[in-house]
């Protein structure tokens, strides 16, 4: 598959000299494809000529593909060279500018999820939210990799971005200043008897981030430890390498995630090793609607092997796997959807999410679901769309938030259920009695 891509690739980015070289070799219908590229010729003849000012060819044919690839699926994007070089050192974890994961939608940017402890997260930037300017220039119009790299900028510089948040009346700017974001992506803390660890992201530092998080505190625990809390929420996804090896950590057998191509010859099935770190220890896993990509992959895999329990909201649902493919000498890169990610039981998440095993809502916003706006994969234009005849599931009922106010409601419900004071067939059989009063509710609810 990936040389049938590099084939067109060429034709395209080198220009028509090398797609005409190919076209003995194709067939009828390929050759109908083909003659189409006279017709981007001619428009990039005319641009050259009579457009008001001078345009480099670069930037026309750059242009070009970013439209070409861009109109596939919001995840899809043409990155320059200078682009290609940010999005390696990124996934090294460290980079410059404010630390959001965003996607486009409607013309503006739309925040998937702040990175912890970054300038987005410390200026309240929300999932959800709306990117409607960078430093009063409107983004309407403009391609998802020109915003982020506008976004980005030397330390210490500052930077305006215009807000629509659903709620707010209007929207409101929002100054920040840019930092080195250095993603950590693995924090880690007792909660008493339990062990509580947070994912933020999946770079190449998260699967040994994830591994001494454990051995640090099973030492720090001791024989107390009653289990692990493994927060994936606001967790935006990243490298799916890691995100197998993380779930291989707390696996010792089975299957954990399959991708599957446009051709049968491309399935990949990725199974788990002997040898669970925690030693079998029980473990809750905290996911909301930013729980996106790589992370949905460790919460689908954990959930359908039964070897944890899933608590919060409905994820995101981006069920796609991009490759990144790079374009001739130093010329940038595709970042192509190639495929669609499958959980062990056959399960596609894409514009579905990962259902959880308990819902349970953090606060107001969570409780009020059906009135709020919330980002998910199924809001995007342009989206893949789930697999057809798939079984839907039914959302548990939500677990409102208390009147009284808990700093996280969510976690202190995960640290009561690993602690016996609220069992998993208790949970179960509430719920059980709730879809038998209230089926219509049930039905009702909408995964994102």
Avoid: C
């Avoid at 220039?137 to 330390?155: C, E, F, H, S």
């Avoid at 107001?364 to 893949?384: C, F, M, N, T």
């Amino acid at each position: 598959m990936m040389k049938r891509i590099a084939l067109v690739v060429v034709g395209v980015v080198l220009g028509f000299g090398a797609a005409i070289t190919l076209l003995p070799a194709l067939g009828a219908a390929d050759m109908g494809a083909y003659r189409q590229l006279d017709l981007f010729s001619d428009a990039f003849e005319r641009v050259r000529a009579n457009y008001v000012r001078p345009v480099q060819d670069g930037e026309l044919i750059d242009n070009a593909i970013q439209g070409m690839v861009s109109a596939l699926d919001p995840h899809s994007s043409y990155m320059d060279a200078k682009s290609f070089a940010d999005m390696q050192i990124q996934t090294k974890g460290e980079f410059g500018g404010l630390g959001i994961e965003v996607t486009m939608e409607d013309g503006l940017i739309k925040v998937v999820s702040p990175i912890d402890d970054t300038p987005a997260a410390k200026a309240g930037i929300k999932p959800g939210d709306f990117i409607a300017a960078i430093d009063n220039v409107p983004v309407q119009g403009m391609a998802l990799n020109d915003a982020i790299t506008k976004m980005r900028g030397p330390a210490g510089s500052k930077i305006t971005l215009t807000i629509l948040r659903n709620g707010a009346k209007k929207p409101f700017d929002l100054t920040l200043t840019r930092a080195i974001v250095q993603v950590d992506s693995v924090k880690w803390r007792r909660e008493g008897d339990v062990a509580y660890i947070r994912l933020t992201g999946f770079n190449e530092q998260t699967d040994p981030g994830l591994q001494k998080a454990v051995r640090d505190l099973k030492k720090e625990i001791g024989p107390a430890l009653k289990g692990y809390v493994l927060d994936l929420r606001n967790n935006p996804g990243g490298l799916l390498d890691q995100a197998i090896s993380v779930s291989d950590d707390l696996l010792n057998s089975g299957e954990i995630v399959s991708t599957r191509g446009r051709h049968a010859e491309d399935t990949q099935r990725y199974d788990a090793k002997a040898g669970d770190i925690t030693g079998g220890k029980p473990i809750v896993v905290l996911i909301n609607g930013g729980t996106a990509s790589a992370s949905e992959i460790v919460a689908g895999a954990l959930q359908d092997h039964r070897r944890a329990t899933v608590l919060g909201m409905t994820s995101f649902g981006k069920g796609s796997v991009q490759t990144v493919i790079p374009l001739g000498d130093g010329g940038g890169a595709l970042r192509l959807t190639t495929a669609r990610y499958y959980t062990p039981s056959g399960h596609s998440i894409q514009a579905r999410g990962i259902i959880p095993d308990i819902a349970v809502a953090q606060g107001e916003e969570d409780d009020q679901l059906p009135k709020v706006i919330r980002p998910s994969e199924a809001d995007l234009p342009g989206h893949l769309v789930g697999e057809k005849g798939l079984k839907s599931d039914k959302v548990p009922p939500i677990r409102p938030a208390p009147g009284k106010k808990y700093d996280d409601f969510q976690l202190s419900y995960a640290l009561d259920l690993l602690r016996g004071k609220v069992t998993v067939s208790a949970v179960a059989q509430n719920t059980k009695t709730q879809n038998a009063k209230a089926p219509d509710k049930a039905k009702g609810e909408k995964a994102q």
